[in-house]
């Protein structure tokens, strides 16, 4: 089936700082990929939808210039949380699409704390 | 805006019975409406896809039914094992595959031994 990677699986990183999350497609060409965010026991709430080689499609509330998401090529995406701190701390998975099939596929996902 | 509800938020049963977890959604123009298993702080696993035009699916003890007309799916496990223990949930997929999947606040399923 097809799978797909997240890279951390965790990170921990200092207030201030940026840490960049990548979702790769490792069997199929993701036409889209979307990012989800989870706060402890509560659903996932999604954040953005990217299209490889174009901009980003941001959720209402979300904050483009804070999570910053390239979509280069077609296994590739990545979520860059800038100048993060303690409330960006939480649970970030994404899911790829390859535009034929029937369903999404997610990542493992990426728990991010920041201290 | 879809929205997807589950209920309960949270159910405890014993080793070996049968149970049922619901799931309802608002706009009934779904692609597809699957269910999903996520132990703590891990990802998700994908138990059961329904695509529109279907009313069930089955897998081992897991049946899962789908109902646009009431805006409704339900998870049946049958037979319950402390392994099953988990947080379920249910989401729903727009018009394509590319679309937007939205996800039911989630029913934290606790099978007692």
């Known amino acids: 089936g097809a799978v797909v990677s997240q890279h951390p699986s965790r990170v921990i990183c200092k207030s201030g700082t940026s840490v960049k999350i990548e979702c790769r497609s490792l069997d199929f060409q993701a036409t889209t990929m979307f990012w989800y965010r989870q706060f402890p026991k509560q659903s996932l709430m999604l954040m953005a939808t990217s299209n490889e080689g174009s901009k980003a499609t941001y959720e209402q509330g979300v904050e483009k210039d804070k999570f910053l998401i390239n979509h280069a090529s077609l296994t590739l995406s990545t979520l860059t949380v800038t100048s993060a701190h303690p409330e960006d701390s939480s649970f970030y998975i994404c899911?790829?699409?390859?535009?034929?099939?029937?369903?999404?596929?997610f990542g493992p996902g990426t728990r991010l704390t920041v201290t | 805006k879809q929205e997807v509800t589950q209920i309960p938020a949270a159910l405890s049963v014993p080793e070996g019975e049968n149970l049922v977890l619901n799931c309802s959604f608002t706009d009934s123009a779904i692609y597809n409406l699957q269910w999903f298993r996520q132990d703590p702080g891990k990802g998700l696993t994908s138990l059961l896809l329904?695509?529109?035009?279907?009313r069930e699916q089955t897998s081992g003890r897991l049946n899962a039914s789908l109902d646009k007309s009431s805006g409704r799916s339900t998870l049946y496990i049958a037979a319950s094992q402390p392994g099953d223990s988990a947080t379920y949930l249910c989401a729903s997929m727009g018009y394509s595959s590319a679309s937007k999947i939205i996800f039911g606040s989630g029913t934290r399923l606790s099978i007692r031994p």
């Open positions: 329904i695509q529109s035009s279907q």
């Open positions: 899911s790829a699409t390859d535009g034929g099939a029937n369903e999404q596929y």
